[in-house]
């Protein structure tokens, strides 16, 4: 211990200078999110409740004609339903059947490979049993003149600005006061001047513009925003987009597809037009939803049956059509609901050959 001594004292000695570092109390802690690299990773929730996330560059731009890489590997009976591009940092606000809200970091949602079906979403939220996702939203900032617009199946409808979701709670937080037997259906961000329809299982839709829904707090219960038979229901949200079409089921496995100009503006709390005739032959309306050139659509039976198809190969025709056959149905079957297939689609290599001659 003396020799080690004298070499120290030597050592400050012949080297020594004054202290150039400060030294500082300091409260600043490191996050978790300060040690997550930003950077685009595409989101995927599977109609089974599987989530995952992937780096974007996964999916390299190809030349026209090529195969399209898979989004995920899912069970047969399962398939990609919510798909969307997100920063590292972003926050996803996933709303339940049962009106609640849940905040996810995207980093928070464990990356895994294009063969991976990801993790059970009951594994990450605290869903309740019988409890599922029904509408992801990514948000990068809640900006002040943002809002939440939702709709529930018994025709209520609510907006509430996007700051009220800003403070995140681990178990979740109650976005819709909902009665009982009702359920959410869906939720989208709007600007405060955008247009909303609402569309039922009677085959009508109201259009409206959202300044007929005045802002409400996060515990109010909503107003009504399409009147409707007492044995119909809300079945979709949509924020009509120029140049899109709305595209209608029926429980029979009829559809078509119509342009969203087709349907006019018209006042909160109507009954609204006619969005596909609902007849003993084609039965009530099961699912719409708002689609773009190129897009693909899932349709789902009460059996568990899976029948993908493009919305290329699906008539267009006016609202107050019965549509053509989507699906064939055995008798006791009957279409419960439809989904938009945003993932890539794979082609065929006849296709591809078609392509290249």
Same mark, same amino acid.
């Given at each position: 211990?003396? %020799?080690?001594?004298?070499?120290?004292?030597? &050592?400050?000695?012949?080297?020594?200078?004054? =202290?150039?570092?400060?030294?500082?109390?300091?409260? $600043?802690?490191?996050?978790? /999110?300060?040690?997550?690299?930003?950077?685009?990773?595409?989101?995927?929730?599977?109609?089974?409740?599987?989530?995952?996330?992937?780096?974007?560059?996964?999916? $390299?731009?190809?030349?026209?004609?090529?195969?399209?890489?898979?989004?995920?590997?899912?069970?047969? #009976?399962?398939? %990609?339903?919510?798909?969307?591009?997100?920063?590292?940092?972003?926050?996803?606000?996933?709303?339940?059947?049962?009106?609640?809200?849940?905040?996810?970091?995207?980093?928070?949602?464990?990356?895994?490979?294009?063969?991976?079906?990801?993790?059970?979403?009951?594994?990450?939220?605290?869903?309740?049993?019988?409890?599922?996702?029904?509408?992801?939203?990514?948000?990068?900032?809640?900006?002040?003149?943002?809002?939440?617009?939702?709709?529930?199946?018994?025709?209520?409808?609510?907006?509430?600005?996007? *700051?009220?979701?800003?403070?995140?709670?681990?178990?979740?937080?109650?976005?819709?006061? &909902?009665?009982?037997?009702?359920?959410?259906?869906?939720?989208? &961000?709007?600007?405060?001047?955008?247009?909303?329809?609402?569309?039922?299982?009677?085959?009508?839709?109201?259009?409206?513009?959202?300044?007929?829904?005045?802002?409400?707090?996060?515990?109010?219960?909503?107003? =009504?925003?399409?009147?409707?038979?007492?044995? /119909?229901?809300?079945?979709?949200?949509?924020?009509?987009?120029?140049?899109?079409?709305?595209?209608?089921?029926?429980?029979?496995?009829?559809?078509?597809?119509? /342009?969203?100009?087709?349907?006019?503006? =018209?006042? =909160?709390?109507? $009954?609204?037009?006619?969005?596909? *005739?609902?007849? #003993?032959?084609?039965?009530?309306?099961?699912?719409?939803? *708002? &689609?773009?050139?190129?897009?693909?659509?899932?349709?789902?039976?009460?059996?568990?049956?899976?029948?993908?198809?493009?919305?290329? #190969?699906?008539?267009?025709?006016?609202?107050?059509? *019965?549509?053509?056959?989507?699906?064939?149905?055995?008798?006791?079957?009957?279409?419960?609901?439809?989904?938009?297939?945003?993932?890539?689609?794979?082609?065929?290599?006849?296709?591809?050959?078609?392509?290249?001659?």
């Amino acid at each position: 211990m003396e %020799v080690i001594r004298e070499e120290l004292e030597a &050592i400050v000695t012949e080297y020594a200078d004054a =202290r150039r570092t400060e030294i500082m109390a300091s409260q $600043q802690d490191l996050t978790v /999110a300060d040690l997550i690299t930003e950077e685009d990773m595409v989101l995927t929730i599977s109609h089974g409740g599987y989530a995952k996330t992937q780096p974007l560059d996964a999916y $390299q731009a190809q030349r026209r004609g090529g195969k399209g890489k898979s989004a995920t590997a899912v069970k047969d #009976e399962d398939f %990609v339903e919510h798909l969307l591009i997100a920063n590292t940092h972003d926050t996803v606000l996933c709303f339940t059947s049962r009106g609640k809200v849940y905040w996810l970091k995207v980093y928070e949602i464990p990356p895994a490979s294009r063969t991976s079906r990801g993790r059970p979403l009951v594994n990450i939220l605290p869903l309740e049993e019988g409890e599922r996702i029904n509408t992801i939203l990514p948000v990068k900032e809640f900006d002040e003149d943002r809002f939440i617009f939702m709709a529930t199946a018994q025709g209520t409808v609510k907006k509430t600005p996007l *700051q009220s979701f800003a403070r995140p709670r681990s178990t979740g937080l109650i976005a819709l006061d &909902i009665v009982e037997g009702d359920c959410l259906v869906g939720a989208a &961000i709007t600007n405060g001047n955008d247009d909303v329809m609402l569309v039922t299982s009677a085959g009508k839709a109201v259009r409206f513009n959202e300044q007929d829904v005045r802002p409400m707090g996060r515990t109010a219960r909503g107003v =009504r925003g399409v009147k409707m038979p007492e044995d /119909a229901a809300v079945i979709s949200l949509i924020i009509p987009q120029p140049g899109s079409k709305i595209l209608t089921a029926s429980e029979k496995g009829f559809g078509k597809q119509t /342009a969203v100009e087709d349907f006019p503006l =018209r006042g =909160r709390g109507g $009954q609204g037009v006619i969005a596909m *005739q609902c007849t #003993e032959r084609n039965g009530a309306l099961a699912g719409a939803v *708002q &689609i773009f050139s190129g897009d693909g659509v899932m349709l789902i039976s009460n059996r568990g049956t899976l029948v993908r198809t493009r919305t290329d #190969e699906i008539s267009v025709l006016g609202r107050n059509t *019965q549509g053509v056959m989507l699906i064939r149905l055995s008798d006791d079957e009957k279409l419960v609901g439809l989904a938009r297939i945003e993932e890539p689609e794979e082609e065929s290599e006849e296709e591809q050959v078609a392509d290249e001659s």
